[in-house]
């Protein structure tokens, strides 16, 4: 079975504080992606990455940035967390597949309140 | 631009009676759909998905799904619903490395 992790449940962060989220994919997948998920809007991809060191944005990329130094690893930061960015962060990893069809695994989820 | 519409906020439907969750779809080229289940405080898990071939498509616990070119449509369907059905459910639709899903439909199925 793919396994994703994501390494917290739920945060809770001051306006202003550098947040850190990270996800682990444990199948050599090579597409990993973060979304956040709000009520009503479903689910809107933030960044996604297609290989290490590569990164592409999303739909909504502004007031977050990326890392992939690892195949397994993708960080997510929020670089001065606001309260707009109070959210559900799902992490999904998925294989290169042909023409981008490959079914998406998903994380427990980061639930991240900001005060 | 790819989209996806799940024109239901919510379903209710009784314990035994068949349910329908609806999904349609606007993206160029040929569709690449999905649906996935959201249970409470989890991730969301892959319950089927309709690359080509036959319209009627079958999933994990039971659920299907038809997808209709015409209608751009790819509503998810059971025949006999059960109370742990009870979830959000997402549809989606795929296209070059990226997912563009709907905003959801919470499924309440009352014993």
């Known amino acids: 079975d793919v396994k994703v992790t994501q390494s917290s449940r739920y945060l809770v962060k001051r306006t202003g504080e550098k947040v850190f989220l990270e996800c682990v994919q444990d199948?050599?997948?090579?597409?990993m992606f973060w979304y956040r998920q709000d009520p009503g809007l479903g689910l809107r991809l933030i960044y996604f990455?297609?290989?290490?060191?590569?990164?592409e944005k999303g739909d909504i990329p502004e007031g977050y940035s990326v890392s992939r130094e690892k195949k397994e690893r993708f960080s997510l930061i929020l670089e001065s967390a606001s309260t707009n960015q109070t959210s559900m962060y799902l992490c999904?990893?998925?294989?290169?597949?042909?023409?981008?069809?490959?079914?998406?695994?998903f994380g427990p989820g980061t639930r991240l309140l900001v005060l | 631009a790819q989209s996806v519409a799940q024109p239901e906020d919510q379903v209710n439907v009784a314990e035994g009676n068949p349910l329908t969750v609806k999904c349609t779809y606007s993206v160029s080229g040929n569709p690449y759909l999905f649906w996935y289940v959201q249970y409470p405080n989890r991730g969301l898990q892959f319950l089927l998905k309709?690359?080509?071939?036959?319209?009627l498509v079958k999933g994990s616990y039971g659920f299907e799904a038809e997808f209709n070119k015409s209608q751009t449509s790819f509503h998810l369907k059971k025949p006999s619903a059960l109370v742990s059905d009870s979830a959000l459910y997402f549809c989606a639709v795929a296209h070059f490395n990226k997912f563009y899903f709907g905003s959801g439909t919470k499924l309440n199925v009352k014993p």
């Open positions: 990455s297609y290989d290490v060191k590569m990164k």
């Open positions: 309709y690359i080509t071939g036959d319209n």
């Open positions: 199948m050599d997948h090579e597409n």
């Open positions: 999904a990893s998925s294989l290169i597949g042909t023409g981008g069809l490959e079914t998406q695994y």
